[in-house]
């Protein structure tokens, strides 16, 4: 049953039709607080579809830096739960370098939280959201080109041992 399921997922996540909305709605919770990586999703509707490559990379990056901007405003109306943290070096760091700091809203466990704190110190929305742009579409471009490049025989083989270690799991 589960496996059908996680085959059915896949099916759904690779069709044309749903492909890149599938890529805008990962793209944009995984740049929310909620522990997901979009850069899978991307590299599978550009592997199924390589004529996909510009437009999922420029849907990735536009659901990535919406969420990055759903950060910001959280943190914009989050004053209190950040109170007491106001005396960290991460406080002086932003205030210091303003929203260029918003480039490294790419790195996976800092960025997010950067975009959240970000918004928490005000810094100006539409320069933080244009630098939060920029960094998440170098991130998913130069991930994408590199994924690309590694051989199918690789990935035929990765998805011969995860089937093997699913059958002996299930």
């Known amino acids: 049953m589960i496996e059908t399921a996680v085959f059915w997922l896949l099916n759904l996540l690779s069709a044309p039709a749903v492909g890149l909305s599938s890529v805008f709605v990962i793209a944009f919770v995984s740049a929310t607080l909620v522990p997901l990586g ?3 999703a991307v590299f599978a509707v550009i592997k199924a579809n390589p004529a996909m490559f510009w437009p999922a ?3 990735a990056t536009l659901g990535n830096t919406l ?3 759903l950060d910001y405003f959280i943190g914009y109306r989050a004053k209190v ?3 007491k943290e106001r005396k960290s070096r991460w406080f002086a760091w932003l205030a210091r370098y303003g929203a260029k700091t918003m480039l490294l809203s790419w790195v996976p466990g800092i960025g997010d939280p ?3 704190l ?3 110190l005000h810094l100006p929305f539409w320069p933080s959201l244009g630098y939060m742009a920029i960094g998440k579409f170098m991130r998913y471009l130069t991930m994408t080109a590199a994924l690309l ?4 025989s690789f990935w035929k083989g990765l998805a011969d041992m995860v089937n093997r270690f699913w059958h002996m799991l299930f």
């Open 38 to 40: 979009s850069e899978p």
């Open 57 to 59: 990379i420029l849907v």
């Open 67 to 69: 969420g990055g901007a």
């Open 81 to 83: 739960a950040f109170a």
């Open 114 to 116: 950067l975009c959240t």
């Open 118 to 120: 970000g918004g928490w």
């Open 149 to 152: 490049y590694v051989p199918d």
